[in-house]
């Protein structure tokens, strides 16, 4: 794998990291990894490099960026950047960027669910999420990008909502809970991933700790949201409260398993 975006910005050949340290540089080849495969308009790269304010000379700035990327990346197999009439072609096999590779795993990963092979489905979900290394786009500035790595985190967070789905319909829910813990603690107002958490510790036999943790999520959203947990999440501490066995509490495609939670 030579790109990688799920996180800083950073192409590597066989023999190490290629520099890239120019600001602009480094924007205009992340809005072309976004795009690998496809054309970006010289249009959005301008919008991305100048955040929608760009100086008279922006498009031959633009062509000079360019020239020098494709000097640094010739060395890389595969790779090819293409010019058009108005726009640039980033090629490269998909194996080659780590935001590819993610969304081939996750596609690969819903067609075995649909197919119903939970299991092969977390493998490639988990394939999927090991390509990322923090906050994507770490370090480029400006608000398109921001944009960018927005919609991309909220497909990180899809392919979590389906891996713990899957996970709980299996019934690994003890191995799962320190995971939980660690992605409810950077997506701490995530109905979806609490109620996973939720559902796991009772599952496991833990309903002191779920109920624990439905009280600490309520709190929160009160004191920093103003709000209350919604209706479903609400659902679930009844049904805890009450012992409804785990094997009765649907999860329903709010949850994003299938199904049910199996007991145990």
């Known amino acids: 794998m030579h790109f990688f975006i799920l996180g800083s910005l950073e192409v590597r050949s066989a023999e190490g990291i290629i520099p890239i340290t120019a600001p602009k540089q480094r924007t205009v080849l992340a809005a072309l990894l976004l795009g690998a495969n496809n054309e970006v308009s010289v249009d959005q790269l301008i919008n991305f490099v100048w955040d929608g304010r760009p100086p008279a000379t922006a498009q031959t700035t633009l062509q000079s960026y360019i020239y020098r990327l494709r000097q640094l990346l010739r060395p890389l197999p595969g790779t090819e950047l293409r010019t058009n009439i108005d726009s640039y072609r980033l090629e490269c096999p998909v194996g080659d960027t780590d935001l590819l590779y993610f969304r081939e795993r996750a596609e690969r990963a819903r ?18 999420l090991s390509v990322w290394r923090g906050k994507s786009l770490a370090g480029i500035p400006g608000e398109p990008i921001a ?8 497909e990180r967070i899809a392919a979590y909502e389906q891996l713990f789905g899957s996970e709980l319909t299996l019934g690994n829910t003890r191995q799962i809970i320190p995971e939980l813990h660690r992605v409810v603690s950077v997506y701490q107002f995530h109905e979806i991933f609490q109620a996973q958490l939720m559902l796991a510790l009772y599952c496991a036999g833990r309903q002191a700790e779920a109920l624990q943790n439905y009280a600490l999520v309520r709190r929160r959203m009160r004191d920093n949201l103003g709000i209350e947990p919604g209706q479903e999440l609400q659902g679930l501490q009844r049904s805890i409260l009450d012992q409804v066995p785990a094997s009765k509490i649907a999860l329903a495609d709010w949850v994003r398993g299938t199904a049910r939670v199996p007991a145990g």
């Not at 960018?148 to 985190?153: K, Q, S």
């Open 111 to 128: 067609r075995e669910a649909d197919a119903g092979d939970l299991a092969a489905s977390v493998t490639s979900l988990r394939e999927a």
């Open 147 to 154: 944009e960018e790595a927005r919609m991309l985190d909220g």
